[in-house]
């Protein structure tokens, strides 16, 4: 710090002996007028820069040099015109700057800077606006202000290529392209890391979906279909090469017919809206009551069908033989499996549609492929049929697990509701009660000690069922403890974080919270404006009550993105933290502000304000802090980590999701030592 300051106080100093040899000025300033409409214009400032001189940008960094800033007269634009959405700018340059020590962006050569207004008043004829700015070359800067008079009368005529982007000019960009194209900040995610993780991510997506399509074909909706539809293929085929391309044919229509679905939701939903629709109340109330309705289903207590008239239209269009009709019978396997398949295609449709961009679509592809699979190797190899099991009760079986998996997967979504809206009525404790019963009734289940309405009767149990029952009933055993608070780290991001428990909310055998001692082991009293976090960590939930704090007590920030219904930021504090070579650094070395970006808390009316990225109103908390997230980072993925100084300056680059703890304990005392060398 006292080494930037020295330098900046000597670029000053040089600064201002220049100013008093000579007169500068290397930024010109013109403007010209474009009208869009009758009572639309558009006002554009043109800055012509000096060779080896930089001109910034309107949003800069704390520390850093002043801004470029526009003041229109307030007075007269209330009976005489409005602003309309903000001055947008031309693509820039992000670099490093020696003086400074930080990234900068700034005009090289040229700028141009746009605002588009509407004229309330038809008598006005000009509109004066004034400039503030600092432009630097690599020794000197100068602070300028300077004032444009814009010509409504003369205004030309916008052109089609004019009119781009939002009818600002082609050559200016809106901030989402600025921050696109320009460098990414040092600290800031690496493209190259962020590129590989989605790509890890969508991988991922799609082998999740697989694996639920191999289960949907366990069902007895579809299992069934399996050797009727091959068979009937290669019958009816005239030759096997027939045979083989109808039933290649029927499997690709699979495919097309499901992604075409995730075609759909990934064109209605952009990755913000499905993000803030799924950590909503609605959609996860609406994913509790359907699970709901599935597992009994499932279970047996009714069955799911769609109306007649549409099977019977299906049915009829794959009479017609030919490719069309091949594609109706694909058409019809769908509509008559739906029972089976909307439950887990939902499932997994919902989930990736979460993630947004095209996660739906390789979702589909992935469940679908697990599908159509089976009749293209069949079809290959028609002998394999002979070695197929025959369908009988085991099906049944497998359904009415799924029912119970859906069953404990319905209580997930009702605890996202729970801890969106505070209820505290689904508890830690109270989830792990639910879900310790239900794995129990599926062991039972499974012994043959509870009969369902649809089962066979069961003379003795396989050995494959018998290893399942084990499994499930070792599973609840092992969920038993955490009824007094153990951590149950096989399922971290499903309950309800230890937070919520009533009768044990600090684990087992503790009766008071660990306290913030700066590794002494004597409490010390909470800080105003904090509360007991993750593993009764101190923690802020406002990001400038923490930067006070931090500053006060002269202690880097770990800012943590996360979210109330976040599964793996519960992995990170239930699995990573707890560590304890982790969790002595987040308690003694660093000041913890936790941002949760589905906090649905109204924001006060003078605090909202006009979103960058959408245009909408942020109006709640949460909104706020996903708003920082993505403007700053690029991301809108949770959890998110960074390290900053007690100026609000980041100081390493951020991760996200980091389940080994060594790595994680390594970014965070590289982030420490940093501190400490400043």
Request: charged fraction near 20%; charge should be negative.
């Amino acid at each position: 710090m006292m080494k930037r300051n020295l330098v900046l106080f000597a670029t000053l100093f040089i600064t201002a002996l220049s100013i008093n040899a000579q007169v500068l000025n290397p930024v010109k300033w013109s403007g010209k007028t474009e009208k869009l409409s009758e009572t639309e214009y558009t006002l554009i400032f043109e800055a012509t820069i000096e060779d080896k001189w930089h001109l910034y940008t309107q949003d800069l960094p704390e520390g850093g040099p002043l801004e470029t800033v526009f003041m229109f007269d307030s007075i007269s634009q209330v009976d005489n015109y409005k602003r309309i959405g903000k001055v947008k700018e031309s693509k820039y340059i992000t670099s490093y700057d020696q003086v400074f020590e930080m990234d900068l962006n700034f005009f090289d050569r040229e700028a141009t800077f746009a605002q588009t207004i509407e004229v309330l008043n038809p008598n006005l004829k000009t509109i004066k606006v004034n400039i503030e700015y600092q432009a630097c070359d690599d020794a000197r800067c100068i602070y300028e202000q300077e004032s444009i008079t814009f010509n409504l009368e003369t205004a030309t005529k916008a052109t089609i290529a004019t009119l781009a982007d939002s009818e600002t000019p082609s050559n200016v960009a809106s901030a989402d392209d600025n921050k696109a194209d320009a460098k990414q900040d040092t600290t800031a995610i690496d493209s190259d890391v962020e590129t590989e993780n989605e790509s890890k991510g969508l991988w991922i997506t799609f082998f999740t979906a697989f694996f639920l399509g191999f289960l949907v074909l366990l069902t007895p909706c579809v299992f069934p279909m399996i050797p009727m539809t091959v068979s009937f293929f290669t019958k009816q085929s005239k030759t096997r090469a027939q045979g083989i391309r109808n039933a290649l044919l029927y499997g690709f229509f699979i495919i097309v017919i499901y992604t075409l679905l995730g075609t759909a939701i990934s064109a209605l939903f952009g990755s913000n809206a499905m993000y803030e629709f799924s950590t909503g109340v609605t959609f996860n109330t609406i994913m509790f009551i359907a699970l709901l309705v599935f597992a009994f289903s499932f279970l047996g207590a009714f069955e799911i069908m769609l109306p007649n008239s549409w099977v019977n239209k299906v049915d009829s269009g794959a009479n017609r033989g030919g490719i069309v009709g091949i594609f109706f019978m694909a058409l019809a396997l769908a509509v008559v499996s739906f029972s089976c398949t909307f439950p887990i295609a939902g499932t997994a449709l919902l989930d990736a549609a979460t993630k947004g961009g095209i996660a739906p679509i390789i979702s589909m592809l992935g469940f679908s492929s697990a599908i159509a699979l089976p009749f293209a190797l069949f079809a290959f190899f028609p002998s394999w049929l002979n070695s197929m099991p025959k369908s009988g009760g085991w099906l049944n079986t497998v359904k009415v697990v799924l029912g119970f998996l859906e069953l404990a997967f319905a209580f997930k979504f009702l605890s996202m509701v729970d801890l969106v809206l505070e209820w505290h009525i689904l508890s830690r404790e109270v989830f792990l009660a639910i879900w310790i019963s239900i794995f129990g009734a599926l062991g039972l289940y499974l012994l043959g000690k509870i009969k369902l309405p649809n089962d066979s009767p069961l003379p003795h149990i396989s050995v494959g069922r018998l290893c399942m029952a084990l499994l499930a009933l070792s599973f609840t055993i092992y969920m038993l403890p955490g009824l007094w608070g153990a951590p149950v780290e096989l399922i971290s991001g499903f309950p309800p974080p230890m937070s919520t428990n009533s009768e044990s909310p600090y684990g087992v055998g503790n009766t008071k919270p660990a306290a913030f001692s700066g590794g002494s082991g004597t409490a010390v009293k909470l800080p105003e404006h904090a509360h007991y976090g993750p593993n009764n960590l101190i923690a802020f939930r406002d990001y400038e009550h923490g930067l006070a704090y931090a500053k006060k007590v002269n202690k880097p920030i770990m800012l943590d993105f996360t979210g109330l219904t976040c599964v793996n930021c519960r992995k990170m504090e239930e699995q990573v933290w707890v560590k304890e070579h982790v969790f002595n650094v987040l308690n003694n070395d660093v000041v913890l502000i936790s941002l949760y970006v589905d906090d649905r808390t109204k924001l006060p009316k003078e605090e909202q304000y006009e979103s960058e990225l959408t245009g909408n109103n942020v109006t709640t908390l949460g909104h706020k802090w996903l708003e920082l997230q993505q403007v700053r980072y690029n991301t809108n993925a949770q959890p998110l980590y960074v390290m900053q100084d007690t100026e609000g300056k980041d100081i390493s680059k951020p991760v996200g999701y980091t389940p080994d703890a060594e790595e994680y304990h390594e970014w965070l005392s590289k982030g420490v030592d940093r501190f400490k060398e400043n």
